[in-house]
């Protein structure tokens, strides 16, 4: 029965968490999702369900890590759409990140964006994929396995013989450099 309200209260400060930042942030939110979706509403309101859904995941796992909420979400979204993007070009178990990024850009949503938002994403996805080019072999697997794999912090464990909090630090280094990349803007 302790156990039950220590996981109800570190859930509920979680909530509180992401319901303030969800707030704060909704409006903005829905306006990078609508330039991401190519001013189609329908799938902007499927990146804010899709990131509203992680993001909530991710604060109740480690409610006491977040020192950003309100950032937390912007970087769930870009994520989700990019997951979006990769998934519907996933082809195989070799991923060429600078051909993925290229294609997604001219076939998946290439049609529906203006020539500004194209260039704008365009960009965004080439300081990316400069991040990943400079990685090391090991920095490069633990990107692959977290972020085009979308493994579980278990799995990548498990595969990297290393303990999970290691992964999780690891992979929170991976988006510190992704994050300084996309905000040299």
């Known amino acids: 029965m302790e156990s039950g309200r220590q996981a109800h209260g570190a859930f509920g400060t ?14 903005e939110l829905r ?27 991710f604060m109740r796992g480690s409610p006491d890590s977040l020192t950003d ?13 990019l997951d979006g993007v990769r998934r519907g070009r996933r082809e195989g178990a070799t991923v060429d990140i600078a051909a993925d990024v ?7 949503d290439g049609g529906g964006l203006s020539p500004l938002q194209h260039a704008e994403l365009r960009d965004q996805m080439n300081r990316v994929v400069a991040v990943v080019a400079a ?5 490069k697997r633990l990107f692959a ?3 085009v794999e979308d493994l579980p912090y278990v ?24 994050r300084t990349a996309d905000a040299r803007d």
């Open 14 to 27: 979680a909530d509180e968490m992401f319901v303030n930042a969800w707030q704060a942030t909704l409006p």
């Open 31 to 57: 306006r990078r999702a609508l330039r991401l979706a190519g001013g189609r509403r329908d799938r902007a309101e499927d990146l804010i369900g899709d990131t509203a859904v992680k993001a909530l995941l």
């Open 69 to 81: 909420p309100a950032g937390l979400l912007m970087v769930v979204l870009r994520h989700v759409f």
């Open 102 to 108: 290229q294609a997604a850009l001219e076939t998946r």
């Open 135 to 139: 990685l090391t072999r090991e920095q």
């Open 145 to 147: 396995l977290r972020f």
């Open 155 to 178: 799995a990548i464990s498990e595969r990297l013989h290393i303990s999970e909090p290691l992964t999780r630090k690891r992979v929170e280094l991976l988006r510190r450099r992704l």
